[in-house]
């Protein structure tokens, strides 16, 4: 029953198509991309666009296609895709985006695919153009339609960063819960399209359809529905500006995957040209960190391409350098799992403690510095950070996860109550090539990524001392002020912007987990 359903949906389509299209009496006005659009009211009508022709200001799909096969599919994957680009270049746009998605996408498990959601929103942002945003923005609803890229990679982006209501693209076959590389019959994409845009057009009444000169996308579907057309040619997206930071409809805050740069052609190569190096640098780095003494491993470390700035406040400063000193609680932001071990550095000492709620076995057994599993139990975690702390410094990450963007995570108070005088420090760690931090990868080679950057580097600024509540707050208020207080002080030094997300929102969002990591 379903195939003969199948087949008469395609021969109603095909009928529709070319034999009442003869006897349709609207014609559809044609014209090229208008900057009068940016003018014209729009919220009482419907938006259909084109997301590569349109809207995207690149005209190549390899990059997403790269990034698809490097953060779900692995190293072997991406290779096998570089070598294969310049045949597929020779092939029609058509063959070459099958080639792409079965290289991509061929025995990658269809449940475990977050890529759409977590890796491609950040670079599909990066290559919004402004003016066609800002005309989307106008529109009463959006509908966005992607003829080459999968629904998979698509839907996330528009959806959750560009508030596009609805989202149709090409479905991607699924085998025994895998996907086999293939995507759906055109026909079948266009009559899901076709029944879409009825709908939408009983509903609505006045249809504006954005496409690209340079597709045939759909292109009898809109002129049989759309009451104006516009073509965005390649010279306008030329003189496009790029959407700003600050203009994201939702900021962009969690993203994950390994890759620091939006893989071009060009920047691919680049990449794989550095890749043996990268292996032998971070080898090498690891060993000068672990097995020789801070005295001789800091200028082995800058000299093979480490950066580490320290700033250091007054009060921190004779706090720091005090002969009294005993144990000082550091309070920092979290860019890597490397933090404490650079605030050590900074203090050129290894008697330093970190606590962290979850830790992977590896990263546990190679940190040269000593490291507590905390329980998250407030009671016992409070009596094991005051012991330590008796012991020598300790450093703490109150937000608890890690975060790459210009924000801070909200900081849990418990930090608040463990000492009297609190150190609090702000600490960047810009990426070049790779991050050394991941959400739904193995957490095991997070330092590994950040000591194959051709130049790790990181900031360390000790900021002026903040009072504890250890022994003062008897109606259980004071140590969240302190905690927010904090938190301001460090944001307001790295020029961040304080929220109130949590490590579960991250995880929720990037892993669909509540970031509970396995001792791999």
Same mark, same amino acid.
């Given at each position: 029953?379903?195939?003969?359903?199948?087949?008469?949906?395609? =021969?109603?389509?095909?009928f529709?198509?070319?034999?009442?299209?003869?006897?349709?009496?609207?014609?559809p006005k044609?014209?090229?991309?208008?900057?009068?659009?940016?003018?014209?009211?729009?919220? *009482?009508?419907?938006?259909i666009?084109?997301?590569?022709g349109?809207l995207?200001?690149?005209?190549?799909?390899?990059?997403?296609?790269?990034?698809?096969?490097?953060?779900?599919?692995?190293?072997m994957?991406?290779? @096998?895709?570089?070598?294969?680009?310049?045949?597929?270049?020779l092939?029609?746009?058509?063959?070459?985006?099958?080639?792409?998605?079965?290289?991509?996408?061929?025995?990658?498990?269809?449940?475990?695919?977050?890529?759409?959601?977590?890796?491609?929103?950040?670079?599909?942002?990066?290559?919004?153009?402004?003016?066609?945003?800002?005309?989307?923005?106008?529109?009463?609803?959006?509908?966005?339609?992607?003829?080459?890229?999968?629904?998979?990679?698509?839907?996330?982006?528009?959806?959750?960063?560009?508030?596009?209501?609805?989202?149709?693209g090409?479905?991607?076959?699924v085998?025994?819960? #895998?996907?086999?590389?293939?995507?759906e019959?055109?026909?079948?994409?266009?009559?899901?399209?076709?029944?879409?845009?009825?709908?939408?057009?009983?509903?609505?009444?006045?249809?504006?359809?954005?496409?690209?000169?340079?597709? *045939?996308?759909?292109? #009898?579907? /809109?002129?049989?529905f759309?009451?104006?057309?516009?073509?965005?040619?390649?010279?306008?997206?030329?003189?496009?500006q790029?959407l700003?930071?600050d203009?994201?409809?939702?900021?962009l805050?969690?993203?994950?995957?390994?890759l620091?740069?939006?893989?071009?052609?060009m920047?691919?190569?680049?990449?794989?040209?550095?890749?043996?190096?990268?292996?032998?640098?971070a080898?090498?780095?690891?060993?000068?960190?672990?097995?020789?003494?801070?005295? @001789?491993?800091?200028?082995? =470390?800058?000299?093979?391409?480490?950066?580490?700035?320290?700033?250091?406040?007054?009060?921190?400063?004779?706090?720091?350098?005090?002969?009294?000193?005993?144990?000082?609680?550091f309070?920092?932001?979290?860019?890597?799992?490397?933090?404490?071990?650079?605030?050590?550095f900074? =203090?050129?000492?290894?008697?330093?403690?970190?606590?962290?709620?979850?830790? *992977?076995?590896?990263?546990?057994?190679?940190a040269?510095?000593?490291?507590?599993?905390?329980?998250?139990?407030?009671?016992?975690?409070?009596?094991?950070?005051?012991?330590?702390?008796?012991?020598?410094?300790?450093?703490?990450?109150?937000?608890?996860?890690?975060?790459?963007?210009?924000?801070?995570?909200?900081?849990? +108070?418990?930090?608040?109550?463990?000492?009297?005088?609190?150190? +609090?420090v702000?600490?960047?760690? +810009?990426?070049?090539?790779?991050y050394?931090t991941?959400a739904?990868?193995?957490?095991?080679?997070? +330092?590994?990524?950040?000591?194959m950057?051709?130049?790790?580097?990181?900031?360390?600024?000790?900021?002026?001392p903040v009072?504890?509540?250890?022994?003062?707050?008897?109606?259980?208020?004071?140590? /969240?002020?302190?905690?927010?207080?904090?938190?301001?002080?460090?944001?307001?030094?790295?020029?961040?912007e304080?929220?109130?997300?949590?490590?579960?929102?991250?995880?929720?969002?990037l892993?669909?987990?509540?970031?509970?990591?396995?001792?791999?």
């Amino acid at each position: 029953m379903p195939v003969k359903m199948s087949i008469f949906q395609s =021969l109603m389509f095909l009928f529709n198509r070319f034999i009442l299209r003869r006897y349709r009496s609207h014609k559809p006005k044609y014209q090229k991309y208008p900057s009068s659009l940016l003018q014209t009211d729009l919220s *009482s009508h419907t938006l259909i666009f084109h997301l590569e022709g349109a809207l995207l200001k690149s005209d190549s799909l390899f990059p997403y296609f790269m990034l698809v096969a490097f953060e779900a599919g692995g190293v072997m994957r991406s290779l @096998l895709l570089f070598i294969l680009y310049p045949l597929i270049s020779l092939m029609s746009h058509e063959m070459g985006v099958k080639v792409m998605v079965f290289v991509s996408f061929f025995g990658i498990k269809k449940d475990g695919f977050r890529a759409g959601r977590a890796v491609l929103p950040k670079y599909f942002l990066e290559d919004v153009g402004l003016e066609m945003f800002k005309v989307l923005r106008r529109g009463g609803k959006r509908i966005g339609v992607s003829d080459d890229l999968p629904q998979v990679m698509v839907e996330g982006f528009l959806k959750d960063y560009l508030e596009t209501e609805v989202v149709v693209g090409r479905e991607m076959k699924v085998v025994g819960g #895998y996907y086999i590389g293939i995507m759906e019959d055109k026909i079948k994409h266009d009559l899901d399209f076709d029944e879409l845009v009825r709908k939408e057009r009983l509903d609505t009444g006045h249809i504006i359809g954005i496409t690209s000169f340079n597709t *045939s996308l759909h292109r #009898y579907l /809109f002129s049989q529905f759309c009451q104006e057309i516009y073509f965005v040619k390649k010279s306008d997206k030329r003189n496009w500006q790029t959407l700003p930071k600050d203009q994201y409809p939702k900021p962009l805050i969690f993203h994950d995957g390994r890759l620091a740069i939006k893989p071009t052609l060009m920047n691919t190569l680049v990449l794989f040209m550095w890749g043996p190096f990268a292996i032998a640098a971070a080898a090498a780095r690891l060993f000068v960190s672990l097995c020789i003494p801070y005295t @001789l491993s800091i200028p082995i =470390l800058g000299f093979s391409g480490c950066r580490l700035t320290v700033e250091i406040d007054d009060l921190s400063s004779q706090k720091l350098n005090s002969s009294q000193r005993k144990g000082c609680l550091f309070a920092c932001n979290h860019r890597t799992l490397l933090d404490p071990l650079y605030i050590g550095f900074s =203090l050129k000492t290894k008697n330093i403690t970190t606590v962290t709620y979850s830790l *992977s076995r590896v990263s546990e057994l190679l940190a040269p510095i000593k490291t507590v599993r905390l329980t998250r139990d407030r009671v016992s975690d409070g009596k094991a950070m005051k012991k330590l702390l008796s012991e020598g410094d300790l450093v703490v990450c109150p937000e608890g996860t890690t975060c790459r963007e210009p924000h801070l995570l909200r900081f849990s +108070p418990l930090f608040t109550e463990i000492s009297d005088v609190i150190v +609090p420090v702000a600490v960047t760690s +810009p990426a070049t090539f790779f991050y050394g931090t991941t959400a739904s990868g193995l957490k095991a080679f997070d +330092p590994l990524f950040f000591l194959m950057d051709p130049y790790p580097s990181y900031t360390v600024q000790f900021l002026d001392p903040v009072s504890g509540v250890s022994c003062q707050d008897p109606d259980g208020k004071l140590k /969240f002020e302190v905690a927010n207080h904090v938190q301001s002080v460090i944001g307001k030094a790295l020029d961040f912007e304080c929220t109130n997300l949590t490590r579960k929102d991250k995880y929720l969002i990037l892993a669909g987990n509540n970031g509970v990591v396995k001792k791999n």
